[in-house]
C-alpha cells in the first residue's frame, strides 16, 4: 500500500521512471496489480484531466510516426510536454506490432519534454482502450500539456481513440490507395481534422488533390460542432513544411472546443460511456469466471447455436440464476 502511495506521489511530481512503473502497473492483468493499479488511479485522479487530448489515426505507411515525431518537435520547441501513446489492436493477436514500437519516433524518445509509450500487448481491444485510457489520467498528473493517442484504424480502434480524446485526426497520403474511396466512411465521421501528409517532391500535387476531395467530403458531412472545423491541412513531416500552421490548426480548434463549452460536455459524455461499457464488461467477467455458471453457459450455447433457444431468454434466464447464485454466497 504504502508503496502505491510513493509511486503516486512521484508520479505527481513528474518523474519518468515513476510514470513508466506507473503505466505499467494499469497494463498488467496480475488480480493484485489491479489492486494497487485502482488504488494509484484513485490518488492521482484529481491531478489528472488538464492535458489536451488528441487522437490520431491513419493507415501504416501513411506516415504517422514521421509525423509525430515533427509535430512533437514542434510542440517541445514551443515549451509544452508531450506524451505519446499507442494503440495497436494487432499487437494483440500476432505478437507483432503494426506500429513497430521499437524503432518509431527516436528522436521524441530522447527529447526531456517528450515522453514515448509503446502499445500494450497481449489484450484484447478491451483492455487496451481501459489501460490507455488510464495512461492518460497518469501521464496527465505526471504534468504532461499534450497527450497524443496513435492508432492504426484496425477494427474497433478508430472509434476506441475518439472515445477517449478532445480531438481526433485523421492522417492519409496522397495516392497508393489512400484516397477518399479508400477510407471507410465512419472513421470520416469521428474525424474533427484530416491531415494529408508527404505533400512534397512529387507528392505534392496528388497531395493537393486528395486535400481537395477531402475538403469537400468534409464539407457534405454534418459538422459535429456548429462553427468549429479544423478542416484539411497539406504537411510534409519530412521537410516540416506546415507542421508548424498544422500545430496551430489543431491548437485553436482544441481552444475554441474549451471556450465554446463543448470539450466538458464532450468528456462528461466519454466518463460516462466508459462507466457503463466497464459495468458491462465487469458483469460479462464475473459471469464467465463463476464456475456454475460457466458450466450453465457451455449447455446454453450449444442450444442457442442450434436455433433450439431464443437468445434473449436463454441471457435473461442465465443472468437471473448469476444474480441468485451471487446473492446466496454474498456475505450478510
Ligand atoms: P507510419 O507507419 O504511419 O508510422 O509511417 P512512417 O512514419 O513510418 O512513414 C512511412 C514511410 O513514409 C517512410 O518511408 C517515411 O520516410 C515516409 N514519409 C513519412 N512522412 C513523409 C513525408 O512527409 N514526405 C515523404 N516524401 N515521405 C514521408
Redesign the pocket.
Known amino acids: 500500500m504504502a508503496n502505491t502511495e510513493d509511486l503516486a506521489r512521484a508520479v505527481g511530481t513528474g518523474d519518468r521512471r515513476a510514470l513508466a512503473r506507473a503505466i505499467t502497473l494499469v497494463e498488467s492483468t496480475r488480480a493484485a496489480d489491479r489492486q494497487a493499479a485502482e488504488l494509484l488511479l484513485t490518488h492521482l485522479l484529481a491531478l489528472a484531466g488538464s492535458a489536451l487530448r488528441i487522437g490520431i489515426s ?10 509525430i515525431e515533427a509535430l512533437g518537435a514542434a510542440i517541445t520547441d514551443a515549451g509544452l510536454t508531450l506524451a505519446v501513446l499507442a494503440v495497436d489492436p494487432s499487437s494483440t493477436r500476432s505478437g507483432g506490432s ?3 514500437d521499437k524503432t ?1 519516433m527516436e528522436q521524441l524518445a530522447r527529447n526531456p519534454r517528450a515522453f514515448v509509450r509503446p502499445s500494450p500487448s497481449g489484450a484484447m481491444l478491451g483492455g487496451v482502450a481501459r489501460r490507455t485510457r488510464e495512461a492518460i489520467l497518469l501521464v496527465e498528473a505526471a504534468g504532461f500539456d499534450i497527450v497524443l493517442v496513435e492508432t492504426v484504424g484496425v477494427g474497433q480502434s478508430d472509434t476506441a481513440v475518439s472515445e477517449m480524446v478532445d480531438m481526433f485526426v485523421l ?1 492519409v ?1 496522397p495516392g497508393g490507395g489512400d484516397d477518399l474511396q479508400g477510407i471507410k466512411r465512419g472513421v470520416m465521421e469521428l474525424a474533427d481534422a484530416v491531415i494529408v ?5 512529387d ?1 505534392k500535387p496528388a497531395a493537393a488533390r486528395a486535400a481537395s476531395d477531402f475538403q469537400a467530403a468534409l464539407h457534405v458531412m454534418r459538422p459535429k460542432y456548429p462553427g468549429i472545423t479544423a478542416g484539411v491541412t497539406q ?5 516540416g513544411e506546415n507542421i508548424a500552421a498544422c500545430w496551430q490548426d489543431l491548437q485553436r480548434f482544441l481552444h475554441q472546443l474549451q471556450a465554446g463549452g463543448h470539450r466538458e460536455a464532450l468528456r462528461r459524455g466519454q466518463g460516462l460511456r466508459w462507466f457503463r461499457s466497464e459495468i458491462q464488461a465487469l458483469l460479462g467477467e464475473a459471469i464467465a469466471s463463476d464456475p456454475a455458471i460457466a458450466r450453465e453457459l457451455a449447455q446454453l450455447e450449444e442450444g442457442v447455436a442450434r436455433g433450439d433457444a431464443l437468445p434473449y431468454t436463454t441471457a435473461r434466464r442465465l443472468i437471473s440464476r448469476f444474480l441468485s447464485l451471487d446473492g446466496r454466497e454474498a456475505p450478510p
Do not use: H, M, N, Q
Not at 58 to 67: D, E, I, L, Q, R
Not at 197 to 201: I, V
Open positions: 491513419g493507415a501504416p505507411g501513411v506516415g504517422k510516426s514521421t509525423f503494426i506500429l513497430g518509431r492522417l497520403a501528409t508527404k505533400a512534397d517532391g507528392l504537411v510534409s513531416a519530412l521537410t
